[in-house]
């Protein structure tokens, strides 16, 4: 019998790399994002702050992960921690 991979979007999966883990079961991520200037035509970045929930508290600061976008879980929370690309030095 045949396995089901399941297929995830890719807009829902957002990389980024942690910056904190103060909280239980929760930690916070920065997604960066580089774009050209309309009119000046330099590379900015922006970055966003977003809360993941970790449920097994596996993560440290400095790892890159990526999250999968959910239904709300709290307040400022809508993110699950999804796989863990490369652990911290």
Same mark, same amino acid.
Do not use: W, Y
């Given at each position: 019998?045949?396995?089901?991979?399941?297929?995830? =979007?890719?807009?829902?999966?957002?990389?980024?790399?942690?910056?904190?883990?103060?909280?239980? =079961?929760?930690?916070?991520?920065?997604?960066?994002?580089?774009?050209?200037?309309?009119?000046?035509? =330099?590379?900015?970045?922006?970055?966003? =702050?977003?809360?993941?929930?970790?449920?097994?508290?596996?993560?440290?600061?400095?790892?890159?992960?990526?999250?999968?976008?959910?239904?709300?879980?709290?307040?400022?929370?809508?993110?699950?921690?999804?796989?863990?690309?490369?652990?911290?030095?």
């Amino acid at each position: 019998m045949e396995t089901a991979k399941k297929h995830i =979007k890719k807009s829902l999966l957002s990389e980024g790399r942690v910056v904190s883990t103060a909280m239980d =079961k929760t930690l916070v991520m920065i997604v960066e994002a580089r774009k050209t200037h309309p009119k000046f035509k =330099k590379i900015v970045r922006r970055t966003v =702050k977003m809360k993941v929930h970790d449920e097994r508290n596996e993560c440290q600061v400095g790892d890159r992960i990526l999250a999968i976008e959910t239904r709300p879980l709290s307040r400022e929370k809508r993110h699950r921690l999804f796989k863990i690309v490369e652990k911290a030095k």
